[in-house]
Structures are given as C-alpha cells and as structure tokens.
C-alpha cells in the first residue's frame, strides 16, 4: 500500500458540476480508478467488496462496503471500509452510491489529495458565499422584472 501511494502524490479534479445553485470541481469515479489501478497492478494488490448494507430514503441510496485488499503475492490482507451516498428517483441510487463508496475508499485509503481543502473554509465564510450568491440572484430577477 504504501508503495501505491508513494506513486500518486496528487490528483487534480478533472470535472465541472453546475446544477441550480450547486458550481464545484469534482474528481471522477474513472481518473480516480484508472489511476489507482495502474498502481494496484504493478503492486500485485488486489481490491474487491466483502460485505454490503444500503438502505433508501426517498431518493437517496447509503452503502456501507467492507473491502479486502490482498497481497497477491504474500495472502497478507487488510480490511477496509467506506460509505457512498447516490440520488437516484428510479434503480440506480445503489449503483451510484457504490461508486462514490470506491472512489473514496481510493482516496482516503491511499491518502491521495484533489486540491480544495473543505476543513480550509469555515461554515461562516460557505454561508456567506452562498448568500451574496442568492442576493445576486435576486437582484437579477428583479431587474428583469423592472
């Protein structure tokens, strides 16, 4: 394991989310794995689930995943742990929320950085964004209004 994570030091958000009064960069499920993977190969590890709970509320979908990471070489193992959330309205919130689960259990298993530190911005100074936001909002409807 820490050869894997000598080998990805950082990695950089490569997507765009815009949706209603949500704007972030996000890192993707496939960067994320595709990168990670690379590793786990030339390290001769071997990451799969082992046990699953979700349960659904509304439309939002929870798993818990315990993983096994396995030495392919020695046996050795360790066991890991990870939890994802998914909205979905119809059948995919379980599929989605696995796959927030494995990314996270990459980048926090591996301690593996993306940049923007959310433990960096107090509550206040989201709040505070978030209204001059909704202000400028308003202030655009109602001159669109005038």
Do not use: C, W
């Amino acid at each position: 394991m820490l050869n894997v994570m000598q080998a990805i030091d950082y990695l950089v958000k490569d997507d765009h989310i815009q949706f209603g009064q949500n704007d972030y960069k996000a890192i993707t499920e496939e960067k994320v794995t595709s990168r990670v993977r690379q590793e786990l190969i030339e390290n001769k590890l071997i990451v799969f689930p082992i046990e699953q709970i979700h349960k659904r509320e509304g439309t939002l979908s929870t798993v818990d995943v315990k993983y096994k990471i396995v030495d392919a070489e020695t046996g050795e193992s360790e066991i890991l742990v990870s939890s994802g959330t998914g909205s979905d309205t119809q059948d995919k919130g379980v599929g989605k929320a696995m796959t927030y689960a494995f990314k996270y259990l990459f980048l926090r298993s591996f301690a593996i950085p993306t940049g923007e530190d959310p433990d960096k911005i107090s509550s206040e100074e989201l709040d505070e964004k978030e209204k001059a936001v909704l202000e400028k909002k308003r202030k655009k409807k109602l001159s669109n209004v005038l």
